[in-house]
Structure formats: C-alpha cells, structure tokens
C-alpha cells in the first residue's frame, strides 16, 4: 500500500501563489501515477493535475499555465506550485496514487482558500 499526505494549503489572496506538497511512503514501485485533485462545496471532486511514473504531466484546462505538478523522488514527495490563484480554485486539494489495481486511499486533503 502507498500512504499519502497532503500538506501546503491556506489563504491566499488572487493572484498569490501557494505550494502544496503530497508526501509518499509504502509501496512506492507500485506507483504508476500521482494525481491531484480538488473538491469544492457542491461540487464534484475533479482532477487537477497528473505526473506519471515516467515524469509525464498534464492538466485541466481550467490551470493550465498557472499550476505545475514536480516530484523529487530524493524527498518521495509530489509538488503542486498554483499560482495566479483565482477564487474559484478555491477548494479541498487532495493528491492520489494509482497502481496496478486502481485509486489509492483518499486521504484528509489541505484546504486552499483564495479570497480578498
């Protein structure tokens, strides 16, 4: 199993920055993906960004060109630098892994809250 940890929210006003970090331990060579997802009130949890195992990476449309997922594999750790940070990415941020048999466990999440 692969346990994760987000960590990394808070309040930021728009167009601020923040970094959130999702922390990896367990079975990691069973990782075939890292992904982060977002959820805000009323809404369905929607995928954010995704880095593969071989260091591939997309986005949504909707932060493309704002967010960009990293990992150092030294510290077992994904990033999620956001930046131009707009109100409607307000949300509950969770990262998750995939192996060979589907979705991980979710995990508590870092709430990120932008607003003046």
């Known amino acids: 199993q692969v346990q994760l940890v987000e960590s990394g929210g808070g309040l930021v006003h728009p167009g601020g920055s923040l970094r959130l970090s999702c922390a990896a331990s367990?079975?990691?060579?069973?990782?075939?993906?890292i992904y982060w997802y977002r959820q805000a009130p009323g809404k369905q949890r929607e995928l954010v960004a995704e880095?593969?195992?071989?260091?591939?990476?997309s986005y949504a449309d909707s932060v493309k060109g704002r967010f960009t997922i990293s990992r150092d594999n030294a510290k077992n750790t994904v990033y999620l630098q956001m930046n131009s940070l707009k109100p409607e990415d307000t949300a509950v941020y969770y990262c998750?892994?995939?192996?060979?048999?589907?979705?991980?466990?979710w995990g508590q999440g870092t709430q990120v809250t932008v607003s003046s």
């Open positions: 998750n892994s995939e192996s060979a048999s589907g979705l991980g466990s």
């Open positions: 367990g079975r990691l060579f069973n990782i075939q993906a």
């Open positions: 880095i593969s195992s071989g260091g591939s990476t």
